[in-house]
């Protein structure tokens, strides 16, 4: 009797798990854009094939572009990743990009973080500014919008370029030494000093050399490391791992805080550092305090530093390798600060001049802004939840329902979109940015748009256009390894026929939290004579 019943049951169990997975695969979003999906796999095996197909460690945006391509370069497609993760929605269109990041009477402050970012709880902390939703995140956010503030962030000229006078002496010494060294480490020891100025008013020292280096530097940098790709420890350890780096990185920043605590109501002049702003009105440190002030301070030194290390990185390896471009930046800063190119001469300059001096550099703007299009350092994915009603118009007019999708606004394809940016949307052309009306604005999105963009966009931009007054025109920079420059018998630098040098190899971004040159960039220096 319970065999036959088995045998009744069975195939009636099996042909409905058939049915639900066939359902699924094929037909839950089958109206959206997509590769042939595995009834098992989803789009995982496609993933990985491409993957295994391309170079080492690549960024998994470049895989998403082949599928993008494979498919005629539509305004958004699926990738199946069930049952590891939540299918996504890749969004490679600007204006349907938009409509995902605004306000809208059904997300006020745009859609909801999907569950990805909690990936990374351990290093910006589960309180994170970056993973609040709703009120929380709107009051979080109107709490630190003063210390963000364009005037403000202007009155810290003279800290960032006493950080830029020790980041000129490390690479005068390579200049002199002739010695390869990683850029990544140098512009990101300098981006720490910076932003452990901005965030806590206390020095970092991360760039005297890792046994001088705050403590919090290095956890950072353990920290960080476990996300990158290719990791050598074990995959199973890592969560355990992270854990225990970031609950070490807690105790070092709760001691600050409660320093900065105990110091604040003595003191005269009220500073706007993260710290700061966090501890406003608050007259006991209790335990949920510490715990959140603590959360926004891993939040805002993470972001603060990497960013604006991987855009100076960018920087100089794409003028070193666009003479004409190299040349027009030194030409503009010969302009503003003369054609002394002393760092203590130019440093001056600045100081005296302040705010007005960055503002005429113009080029050297549109080169920063070029950069962030090319190589956007970070992503956000959103999450509509099933039943939400979150609907997009296509640019053919057509309306698409995406609940239940992850809502991935693919940066490395927006910006390269051939339909906004022409045939040459892949090459570095900072002209582009001067040339008034062409470019619609959202489809410049490094720092994302809407309610929810990058509040530090703003400090971000004021440090890169510092660091590069104070070294693009003294130094001559050299690529070595992926993407050195190639050379002919004389060993003269073949030049393109738009005015780049030819490379050896290409040079391309890793994932590690954000995106990354994969070698950290290999560069050797020297002085420009």
Not at 183 to 191: F, G, K, Q, S, V
């Amino acid at each position: 009797m319970a065999w036959t019943l088995v045998a009744t049951i069975l195939p009636l169990l099996l042909f409905y798990l058939w049915r639900k997975i066939t359902y699924y695969r094929t037909e839950q979003y089958a109206w959206l854009p997509q590769l042939p999906p595995s009834l098992l796999w989803g789009h995982l095996s496609t993933l990985d094939k491409l993957m295994k197909t391309n170079r080492p460690n690549i960024h998994i945006d470049e895989t998403l572009k082949a599928m993008y391509d494979s498919l005629g370069k539509p305004a958004l497609f699926v990738v199946d990743l069930r049952p590891v993760s939540h299918p996504i929605c890749v969004i490679c269109d600007h204006d349907v990009a938009e409509q995902i990041s605004k306000s809208s009477k059904l997300f006020p402050y745009s859609p909801p973080k999907s569950h990805t970012s909690r990936w990374y709880s351990d290093m910006m902390g589960p309180l994170s500014i970056v993973l609040a939703e709703n009120e929380e995140w709107k009051s979080l956010r109107k709490q630190f919008n003063p210390g963000f503030a364009h005037k403000h962030l202007v009155t810290l000229l003279p800290c960032i370029l006493d950080k830029t006078q020790l980041f000129l002496t490390k690479l005068d010494h390579y200049a002199t030494t002739d010695e390869e060294f990683l850029l990544d480490e140098l512009c990101t020891n300098l981006t720490f000093d910076i932003i452990g100025a901005v965030t806590m008013d206390i020095d970092l020292d991360a760039q005297l050399g890792e046994e001088n280096q705050s403590a919090i530097v290095r956890l950072f940098r353990k920290l960080g490391s476990t996300y990158r790709s290719g990791h050598s420890g074990w995959k199973l350890l890592l969560p355990l791992q992270r854990k225990l780096l970031s609950r070490q990185l807690g105790v070092q920043i709760k001691e600050r805080i409660k320093e900065k605590f105990e110091g604040q109501s003595t003191s005269q002049n009220p500073s706007r550092s993260v710290l700061a702003l966090s501890l406003v009105e608050t007259h006991e440190l209790t335990p949920e305090v510490l715990d959140r002030t603590c959360d926004q301070l891993k939040t805002f030194l993470f972001a603060g530093h990497d960013t604006t290390s991987i855009l100076l990185q960018w920087t100089f390896y794409e003028l070193a390798r666009t003479p004409h471009a190299s040349r027009r930046v030194c030409v503009e800063l010969d302009e503003i600060f003369g054609s002394d190119s002393h760092p203590t001469y130019v440093r001056n300059q600045i100081l005296e001049h302040g705010e007005n001096a960055l503002q005429r550099m113009t080029y050297t703007s549109a080169v920063i802004k070029e950069i962030l299009r090319l190589y956007p350092p970070a992503a956000t994915a959103r999450f509509s939840t099933p039943n939400t009603g979150l609907s997009v118009r296509l640019p053919n007019g057509e309306d698409k329902c995406l609940d239940g999708l992850m809502l991935y606004n693919c940066q490395k394809l927006i910006q390269r979109d051939h339909a906004v940016y022409g045939d040459k949307s892949d090459e570095f052309i900072p002209q582009r940015w001067l040339e008034t009306g062409s470019i619609p604005a959202s489809a410049w999105r490094p720092f994302e748009r809407g309610p929810r963009n990058c509040i530090g966009q703003e400090l971000a931009n004021i440090e890169a256009l510092v660091i590069l007054a104070c070294a693009a025109r003294r130094y001559n920079w050299e690529k070595v390894g992926l993407g050195s420059t190639k050379r002919d018998e004389s060993g003269a630098p073949i030049e393109k026929e738009n005015g780049q040098y030819e490379v050896e190899s290409e040079l391309y971004n890793t994932l590690e939290i954000t995106s990354k040159p994969v070698d950290g960039m290999r560069m050797r220096v020297k002085l420009a004579t």
